[in-house]
């Protein structure tokens, strides 16, 4: 059955420290893959995204996410977190009309 | 306006109502989205529209009505809803059905 799992439901990290968000999924073909952020009370943008090519992408507000197709992940990046990027985060993979979310990481960021 | 607005940003309805949400997308998109937000759950896919045909339907409950009158607009009305279905309702559009959807900012609606 195709599903995202996000293991972590809330994460805090100091300002300025590093950050690792984990994405696995399961799916029958190699789907797309996408990075969300979702602040209080708004929709959800587009972080970046992976198709194919080189399995290192770089999205917007300076976070990165790595492909890796033998653990079936997409974990996201970012070497120096902002009080700004305290949200919640969602891991997304599909195909075609089929797209699955995962449950999101909420991310707090302590001063 | 740019982008993908919703309106209304809130709104409260008792069960034996009916409303009606409405998204707008202004990215000259051909895909359009309804979902469902909950509380501690995953993003609920409810119904896709591609060039103005509905393309899924994820067994959603009947008091649910689609409707997409063009590529630009998508509405979702509401009849004789239940408390359970309280949730923030996003809109998105892509600019095809494989690609990154761009999603509104959401009608908070409760039923009470």
């Known amino acids: 059955a195709q599903s995202v799992t996000q293991p972590d439901i809330h994460i805090t990290v100091s300002e300025g420290a590093s950050l690792e968000l984990r994405c696995n999924y399961s799916?029958?073909?190699?789907?797309?893959l996408f990075w969300y952020v979702q602040s209080p009370g708004q929709g959800l943008q587009l972080l970046l995204k992976?198709?194919?090519?080189?399995?290192l992408v770089q999205g917007i507000k300076g976070f990165e996410a790595e492909f890796k197709r033998s653990q079936s992940s997409f974990n996201l990046r970012k070497p120096s977190v902002h009080w700004s990027d305290a949200a919640e985060y969602f891991c997304?993979?599909?195909?075609?009309?089929?797209?699955?979310f995962g449950a999101g990481t909420r991310l707090t960021v302590k001063p | 306006e740019t982008g993908v607005t919703q309106t209304p940003r809130h709104l409260v309805m008792g069960m034996t109502n009916k409303k009606s949400l409405k998204c707008e997308q202004h990215?000259?998109?051909?895909?359009m989205y309804w979902y469902k937000q909950s509380a501690k759950k995953p993003l609920e896919l409810m119904f896709v529209?591609?060039?103005?045909?509905?393309?899924e339907n994820n067994s959603v409950p009947s008091r649910f009505s689609p409707e997409c009158p063009n590529s630009s607009h998508l509405f979702l009305h509401l009849h004789t809803l239940q408390p359970e279905d309280s949730a923030l309702y996003l809109c998105?559009?892509?600019?095809?059905?494989?690609?990154?959807?761009?999603f509104g900012p959401g009608t908070r609606l409760t039923v009470t």
């Open positions: 799916y029958g073909a190699t789907p797309y």
């Open positions: 990215l000259g998109h051909n895909a």
């Open positions: 998105a559009s892509s600019p095809g059905r494989t690609h990154e959807q761009y």
């Open positions: 992976y198709f194919s090519g080189d399995t």
């Open positions: 529209y591609s060039l103005e045909e509905r393309v």
């Open positions: 997304a993979v599909g195909r075609d009309n089929d797209m699955r």
